[in-house]
């Protein structure tokens, strides 16, 4: 029995396999269906997919460009709400709406607030502000 996947042709192969067990189950009523040793199977073809699937790296993420598009993507990897992001940095929520449309450039007191609170790299701030 094979520990790990190799190469993506192996992941394919299993990948076809357990496709056809669900097809299988799907058309049948469900996985009661399977035998034993198919659920057993496809329980152990699942484990190596996802062994392979946590190996392979993710597709990188496009680094913001300038200071409203970080400061967005911060409130997202937070899940922060912008009157919450407003709150945390102490200004008023169409202060900080105005920074995130552009309308606004940022105090020097504002971007030390970005750098302690969410962590922007103060370089990144100074050159895109």
Do not use: C, W
């Not at 699937?53 to 912008?82: S, T, W």
Request: aromatic residues 6%; glycine residues 4%; charged residues 35%.
């Amino acid at each position: 029995m094979k520990s790990y996947l190799k190469t993506e042709e192996e992941y394919r192969q299993v990948m076809e396999r357990i496709e056809t067990y669900l097809t299988k189950a799907t058309a049948s009523g469900g996985f009661q269906s399977l035998s034993d040793l198919e659920k057993d199977d496809l329980r152990r073809l699942s484990l190596l997919a996802e062994i392979y699937e946590d190996g392979v790296p993710f597709m990188p993420i496009r680094q913001p460009e300038n200071l409203p598009d970080m400061i967005a993507l911060k409130m997202y990897e937070r899940k922060l709400k912008q009157k919450d992001l407003a709150a945390l940095l102490g200004v008023s929520a169409a202060r900080l709406s105005e920074i995130l449309s552009g309308k606004r450039k940022v105090s020097l007191d504002f971007a030390k607030r970005l750098h302690r609170e969410l962590g922007i790299d103060p370089a990144f701030i100074l050159e895109t502000a």
